[in-house]
């Protein structure tokens, strides 16, 4: 790209965009700094770059801006942010401006904050069991490091909470290496914002924690660009310096709509709900940076939260989201109603590395059958409980009354546990046993007969 | 002559003027880097050019060169075992030459330049041959002979043929004289554009079901070599892993699998697996009957595009030389939405959903490529096309779905209620059909029994009637129904829970041979039938506590030898536990 170039000649300005004449070499993706009337200076970035035209979205937005006195200045370069291993322990903005009173970080490297997708072929199949103490996840959807399991919810529920204690309980059993923490907030409240940074000091992880706040106040379309800074910091803590990295990116919608507006301004034809055609190529391309890389030693976990607006699975952002993770964790109103903590509803929730995971010498032999059998009763007594909401409890055999029993110890019992409780995946298993042992053996189908005999506790049968 | 260059640049869609004289779907260079791009449109001396690289710091100005030739795939010996790209760039290579991400401007070629293969002729000078017909062959894997083809525009007389020995793919190993005098020289490396199908002889009848080993699947909705398949559903039901079991297990003789915008880690676990697991028939490592594509979602979006094109013609050139090609797409959503984004870029007018109006076309013309035909030089191959479908919030009455519905044969309709029960596969029995149950009948007839098509409809009836029941249990509760309507519910379980269900983690059910899926059945309708009879001295409850009955839950994951004498076993204590007996 040609080096730095100024312009003072916007012409348009609609929405989050501006249209720059004069200029016949911008770069697809170039860096501009636009300078405001008053002095301030805002990012961008080029969408589009034709002979005599650039199209450039601001993300600070286009408050202030005039098609006089502004002036567009071309940098030559693609967006790239400074690394550096003294980012741990820091706070910075949605676009990395440090917020915390310390100064600038001194850069060890400039990163391309687009990343590059790591081939296919240097990829190591993850498969590190990592042990949140959450028995709902650990028993039946085990998270493993180098995945992307993103956390589904909706407003008023308390994903916080579950995000936070997976954070702080998280480790992976026989190991000791070095762990980081990014949190990348998007639109989300000060308030959820304080709840984490003092989550983060109150149990010493804010030491091993980068942070970038975009706040619900700050610029929307600031938001496009905070969980990619968030994932570059991550990708040098994973790949050059060897951590194991946990990023919590919180809230994907807040980005979804971010781009969304981008999309409006430029008169795009939308997909679903105003969605733009290529949010899957997107958020593909923020998602698929998790991972572990052959040979070098550390991992990039990826914990997204969003809210599903209304409530509903099938809105583009968890529907697109689903579609490219390898899982999800949903949570779920009515069981948040019952009182129930994590109201984490299981029957949607999907781990596709557990597989992998568990087992044998990583977790334990038995989990893969526990957990197939457990889905099975559960989903079973969730039918039968909507048959006996219709026809009452009257027209019930006796193994179905046993299927209403399981279905309420599972809710309080296995899927409900306390705020600070971390149960080991021993612990998680030997409960699930105890919930199974209500039934006759003959009803454990779908268990290996082979571990009956080890841990069925319950009568003849 | 006036260089061209680029006026205009949109994510991956490039606009260059002074283009005069290039062609639809032409290769070009575009900018310093020299990106790989097509040309997707022409107006007047502007062409519209979409590139397989990220366009990330191109500017207006930079020049545009023209290769002169349509997006062609390399073929050859070579191809088995590689993974590739949606342009045929090899991954591994090129991770050997820009290290663990992949970076801009690249490039490696497709085929190695440097092996040697050992060549045999089976021609002689002074042959008139045309094209199709076979020039010699290269043993490529223990298992599959690489028979090196005229290309199918060719023909003519041959002047000069290489002797049997080791030859690099750019050697020449023929001349022949065409029509027009000239001698041209032929290497074992060929290229063949892939927006154009293969030639060939003629269509054939399908008539031999895939074996898939997944019984849901080759018992109830069957595929057959040639055949096509949709394998729809919402994300987490399971396409994949139906996608991975046939690639692993179907009984092809080469595998083409396609990763069409979606995950890096398939990619890798497909990686990790196929060399290590082993072809139930030939013995040999699984990839080496394998070709990979893989165009992760986070891979530019445009070679998406080009990644179903290139896997089928390679598949098609499998088949040419006589072998059967099975290619599964996961997912063909992708390359849908793919072409969707582009045509956005473009400008076209939008159609459903802001598809362009050309989807519905595009995939018919993709899954007109598959089919047992009779090739150029006479001999019988196949390619069976099996596609993913992703839709949109799990909505089956979107366009990508209906459109794919409208060409292919046999729809797996997987659903998210059983996928959360955790009933795999997760294919829905009331939603799915096979339009080749009726053409695979006779096959199973003789390699299973003889009451193959009754049993299969039986029991694809008793599902039917056990959802029909569950609408009235909805009403009045389990209890009020008749005692034969008990039995019908439990043995409907059965079938469920022993036959349907078939985890593909299971070391032994991952796959079941044809005969023992047709014992599996034979038990089972025997049970049902019998039990029906008998139900009416009896109550359901009497017949479920049977000892009998327990045995035929878990049949699944029994090893397939004990399965004999057990099935032989148990057949008998069927007719002992119910009075009245055989019937
Ligand atoms: N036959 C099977 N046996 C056991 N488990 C299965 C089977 N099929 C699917 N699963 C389970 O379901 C999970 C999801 O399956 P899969 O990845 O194939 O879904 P998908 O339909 O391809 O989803 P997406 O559209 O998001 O790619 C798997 O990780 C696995 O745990
Ligand atoms: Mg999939």
Known sequence: MPPLREFQSVVRVAGPILAVSGIDDAGYNEVVKVLLPDGTIRAGQVLESRKGMAIVMVFGGTRDLDCDITAVRFTGRPMTMPVSKEMLGRIFSGSAEPIDGGGSVVPEKEMEISGYAINPTKREFPQDSIETGISAIDGMNTLVRGQKLPVFSGSGLPHSFLAAQITR?????????????????????????????????????????????????????????????????????????????????????????????????????????????????????????????????????????????????????????????????????????????????????????????????????????????LYAAYARGRRLSGLVAVIGDEGLTDVDRLYLTFLDRFEHEFVGQKRDEGRSFDETLDRAWELLSIFPKDELRRIDPKYIDDYYRGGTG | MTESSIIRITGPVVEADRMRGAQMYEVVFVGKDELIGEIIGLQNDTATIQVYEDTTGITPGESVKRSKMPLSVELGPGLLEMIYDGIQRPLTELGEISGDFIVRGVSAPALSREKKFHFTPSLSEGDEISGGAVIGSVPETKQILHRILLPPNLSGMVERIAGEGEYTVEETILWIRDATGTVQELTMLQRWPVRVPRPIQSKLPAIRPLITGQRVIDSFFPIVQGGTAAVPGPF??????????????????????????????????????????????????????????????????????????????????????????????????????????????????????????????????????????????????????????????????????????????????????????????????????????????????????????????????????????????????????????????NVAAILRESFLVQSAFDPVDTFCPPGKQYRMMTLIHRYYRLGRRAVRGMTAAEIQKLPVTARLSRLGPMPHEEFESFYTKVYDEIVNAFPGGED
Request: proline content about 5%; hydrophobic content about 40%; charged content about 25%.
């Open chain 1, 169 to 373: 309980q998280a480790r992976v059993r026989g190991t000791d290496e070095s762990f980081a923490v990014v949190f990348a907030a998007m639109g989300i409240t000060h308030e959820e914002a304080r709840f984490f940074i003092e989550e983060f000091s109150e149990t010493g992880a804010r030491a091993h924690a980068v942070i970038f706040l975009n706040r619900a106040d700050d610029p929307a379309i600031e938001r496009i660009v905070t969980p990619r800074l968030a994932l570059t910091a991550a990708e040098y803590l994973a790949f050059d310096l060897g951590m194991h990295v946990l990023v919590v990116m919180q809230d994907i919608t807040a980005y979804c709509e971010a781009l969304r507006e981008v999309s409006a301004a430029r008169e795009e034809i939308p997909a679903r709900r105003g969605y733009p055609g290529y949010m899957y190529t997107d958020l593909a391309s923020l998602y698929e940076r998790a991972g572990r890389v052959k040979g070098r030693p550390g991992s990039i976990t990826q914990l997204p939260i969003l809210s599903m607006p209304d409530d509903d699975i099938t809105h583009p952002v968890p529907d697109l989201t689903g579609y490219i993770t390898e899982g999800q964790i949903v949570l779920s109103r009515e069981l948040h109603r019952k009182g129930i903590y994590p109201p984490i509803d299981v029957l949607p929730c999907l781990s596709r590395l557990m597989q992998g995971g568990i087992g044998e010498g990583r977790t334990r032999a038995d989990h893969a059958s526990v957990s197939s059998q």
């Open chain 2, 236 to 489: 987490g039901a399971g396409k994949t892993v139906v996608q991975h079991q046939l690639a692993k297990w179907c009984d092809a003789d080469i595998i083409v699998y396609v990763g069409c915008g979606e995950r890096g880690n398939e990619m890798a676990d497909v990686l990790r697996q196929f060399p290590a697991l082993v072809d139930p028939k030939t013995k040999e490592p699984l990839m080496k009957r394998t070709v990979l594509i893989g165009n992760t979602s986070n891979m530019p979006v445009a070679a998406r595009e080009a990644s179903v094109y290139t896997g089928i013609t390679i598949a098609e050139y499998y088949r040419d030389m006589g072998y059967s090609v099975a290619l599964m797409a996961d997912s063909t959503s992708r390359w849908a939405e793919a072409m969707r984004e582009i045509s956005g870029r473009l400008e076209e007018m939008p159609g459903e959903h802001g598809y362009p109006a050309y989807l519905g076309s595009r995939l018919a013309d993709f899954y007109e490529r598959a089919g047992r035909v009779k090739t150029l030089s006479g001999e019988e191959g196949s390619v069976s096309v099996i596609g993913a479908v992703s839709p949109p919030g799990g909505d089956f009455s979107e366009p990508v779905t209906q459109n794919t519905l409208r060409i292919v044969r046999v729809f797996w309709a997987l659903d998210a209620d059983l996928a959360h029960q955790r009933h795999f596969p997760a294919v829905n029995w009331l939603l799915s059909y096979s339009l080749y149950s009726d053409l695979v009948a006779p096959w199973w007839e003789k390699h299973g029994g003889s009451e193959w098509g009754k049993m299969r409809l039986d029991l694809l009836a008793l599902l039917q009637k056990e959802s029909e029941l569950e609408e009235i249990v909805q009403l009045v509760g389990p209890d009020l129904l008749p005692e034969e309507d008990k039995f019908t519910l």
